[in-house]
């Protein structure tokens, strides 16, 4: 089992910044891709960012030239700096990694961006 806790998220104004951060915990030999996904009411979880154990990334086009994720692979966790936010960024942002074969996901951290 792996675990996984979200901190960092919050309350801001548009074109402000946040930075979200993850900590993998448990059997974290051999984790893999680690990212970073959002959900709002009534819509599907969708991907914002995902970095793989040697530091490839992909981004969502929404969010690409503002957001940058990393990770820090000794400590078993990743990070989100989230910048110049829009009020469309306003979600329940979660950390994924996948070992063997099973996604794991943390419990969310809200982000609101007020206009």
């Known amino acids: 089992q792996v675990q996984l806790v979200e901190s960092g998220g919050g309350l801001v104004q548009a074109g402000g910044s946040l930075r979200l951060s993850c900590v993998a915990s448990?059997?974290?030999?051999?984790?893999?891709?680690m990212g970073w996904y959002r959900q709002t009411p009534g819509k599907q979880r969708e991907l914002v960012a995902t970095?793989?154990?040697?530091?490839?990334?992909n981004y969502a086009n929404s969010v690409k030239g503002r957001f940058t994720i990393s990770r820090l692979n000794a400590e078993k966790s990743v990070y989100l700096q989230m910048n110049s936010l829009k009020p469309e960024d306003t979600a329940v942002y979660y950390c994924?990694?996948?070992?063997?074969?099973?996604?794991?996901w943390g419990q969310g951290t809200q982000v609101t961006v007020s206009s």
């Open positions: 994924n990694t996948q070992r063997i074969g099973v996604s794991y």
């Open positions: 448990g059997s974290v030999f051999g984790i893999g891709t």
């Open positions: 970095i793989s154990s040697g530091g490839i990334t």
